[in-house]
């Protein structure tokens, strides 16, 4: 069936770097685009960006400054998050999902991968 | 970026009940929002997107109106499973933004 599978937790110093994984199966990888949102606790969830996994076209939210970078591998049907300069407001749930059309809703996401950052 | 507000933040209601919530952005949107619905722990579900469109496999008794600024969800008939907290998101143009949620609890 079509799923999004995330990497496993992580903890993290502050000034660090996090890397999601989000390995995709089901479907035809290279014909869609990939999110990543985020939900700090209690708080609405942040739409992060996104890239189109067959052109690797990017798109990121500004509020990210220049942190913030996708790739993939298409050989392995995954999508990657990286997260550089980590401040404690980047604890939060972060969610890969795809969009079916350039401008859709997210109809599969993956389980989430919880990013805590303590010192 | 367009700012995306739900109310009521929080609804009791009981099983059975028709219950609406209402999202409205901070400009227009046309027909690009969606409709989620979240358990805790969970990632989110999508119920309706391009404003009224039902997700495949989603109870009919979800519904979803509205366009340009004023969108609302209806749950006709809400049922246990149905307890959840609902978020509104426009996909119009970047950034996507989402509503703050609103919750549905037990009366």
């Known amino acids: 069936q079509v799923q999004l599978v995330q990497s496993g937790a992580a903890v993290k110093k502050p000034g660090a770097s996090v890397k999601v994984s989000c390995k995709a199966s089901g479907y035809s990888f290279s014909s869609y685009d990939i999110h990543w949102v985020r939900q700090a606790p209690g708080q609405r969830l942040e739409w992060m960006g996104k890239?189109?996994?067959?052109?690797?076209?990017?798109k990121y939210s500004q509020n990210f400054q220049g942190r913030l970078a996708f790739t993939r591998d298409t050989s392995a049907t995954t999508v990657y998050m990286e997260l550089t300069s980590l401040r404690s407001e980047d604890a939060a749930v972060y969610y890969c999902?795809?969009?079916?059309?350039?401008?859709?809703?997210?109809?599969?996401w993956g389980q989430g991968t919880m990013v805590t950052v303590s010192s | 970026d367009i700012q995306m507000t739900q109310s009521p933040s929080t609804l009791s209601a009981s099983v059975g009940d028709r219950v609406t919530i209402t999202c409205r952005a901070s400009q227009s949107v046309g027909r690009w929002l969606a409709w989620y619905q979240q358990k805790p722990g969970k990632a989110p579900k999508l119920l309706i997107y391009d404003a009224s469109t039902l997700q495949n496999g989603v109870p009919s008794r979800f519904s979803g109106s509205g366009s340009e600024t004023q969108f609302t969800l209806t749950i006709s008939g809400l049922q246990p499973d149905d307890f959840a907290t609902y978020y509104c998101?426009?996909?119009?143009?970047?950034?996507?933004?989402f509503g703050q949620g609103t919750r549905v609890d037990i009366k």
């Open positions: 998101q426009h996909y119009h143009t970047y950034p996507w933004t």
């Open positions: 890239i189109h996994a067959g052109t690797s076209n990017t």
């Open positions: 999902a795809r969009s079916p059309r350039t401008l859709d809703g997210f109809d599969v």
